[in-house]
């Protein structure tokens, strides 16, 4: 019973460990000689003395292999900890012991995957719109960012597309935030069932969202809007009918070697309101003097033709 106990104590108990390590490690050449002398052999000094350095260079070097296993899962935490801060790379590792290492290798193990998992979900948070389920502001700065350097450095087109729900004031006032939270909702899920899937979208105010549309003309881009113009107009949420809900779009086609993101969404954005102030529920567009300016083809006669988008 009390050899049960000291084997549960011993796997359970760093201390225990250690204390063992250490008592056989500095006993072993006391060990030696005992076993030396009961031979019966020559008690020769320098023998002995051999003996005796013999076996405590045998005890360390047991003390030192068996530290250096014990301690082993230990190194092992702080690889995966490096790793993580070092590249955001997750690694896990287990062990089997049941003392204080192997509680403290599962624990921190089980930490860096759990603190992993809630910084990935208060980032998806700080970057989705909670309503509509698309990205917001911030997030849309990030990718669209990304996307304009790729446009510039592969020369490929690049439009946005930045349009407002019209009235939307007008049905939260007379049908309640409940319903205009229901427009919101159809809206995002709307854009997410127009668009293609690289392209990037966002709801940057109440009622205002943005599409970043990568490698794609003023054509294109048009031809997008007005689905979604056309979708919106045909829906029936809550008590509104069938084209109470309708919205205003500006498209813009940029010019990404010399236009920022903010510089494309103000053009965007001046075109939305062109839309508002011809009656809404329109789509107006327009594209960069840069590369308008580059499609311009001889005539007959010295005459020019220009590519213009109109509204």
Not at 231 to 248: M, Y
Not at 265 to 280: C, F, I, P, S
Request: hydrophobic share 40%; proline share 3%; charged share 20%.
């Amino acid at each position: 019973m009390r050899l049960s106990r000291f084997k549960v104590m011993l796997n359970s108990s760093l201390t225990a460990k250690i204390f063992s390590i250490c008592f056989l490690s500095v006993h072993v050449p006391l060990l030696a000689l005992v076993v030396y002398l009961f031979m019966g052999l020559q008690a020769d000094a320098t023998l002995v003395f051999l003996i005796v350095l013999g076996a405590t260079l045998v005890g360390t070097a047991f003390c030192l292999a068996s530290m250096w296993m014990l301690i082993s899962p230990l190194r092992e935490v702080a690889g995966i900890v490096e790793t993580y801060r070092s590249t955001g790379t997750v690694t896990t590792a287990y062990s089997k012991r049941r003392d204080e290492v192997g509680i403290v290798t599962n624990g921190v193990s089980q930490l860096v995957s759990e603190l992993n998992s809630t910084l990935l979900q208060l980032r998806r948070q700080s970057n989705t719109d909670v309503l509509t389920g698309l990205g917001n502001r911030r997030w849309l700065n990030e990718i669209a960012g990304l996307e304009l350097n790729r446009a510039a450095r592969e020369q490929r087109a690049i439009s946005v597309i930045v349009f407002d729900l019209d009235h939307f004031k007008g049905i939260n006032d007379k049908f309640g935030h409940d319903v205009g939270d229901q427009v919101l909702m159809a809206t995002g899920a709307t854009i997410q069932h127009c668009l293609r899937p690289y392209d990037i979208a966002a709801r940057i105010g109440g009622e205002e969202f943005c599409l970043v549309l990568p490698g794609t003309d003023i054509d294109a881009a048009r031809s997008i809007a007005d689905r979604l113009r056309t979708q919106l107009e045909s829906k029936a949420i809550g008590p509104l009918p069938r084209g109470r809900v309708t919205a205003s779009f500006g498209v813009y086609r940029g010019d990404p070697t010399r236009e920022t993101l903010k510089a494309m969404l103000t053009v965007a954005d001046r075109k939305l309101y062109d839309a508002k102030h011809a009656g809404r529920n329109a789509v107006h567009s327009e594209v960069a003097y840069s590369i308008r300016n580059a499609s311009v083809t001889p005539q007959k006669r010295g005459k020019r033709r220009f590519n213009l988008s109109h509204e």
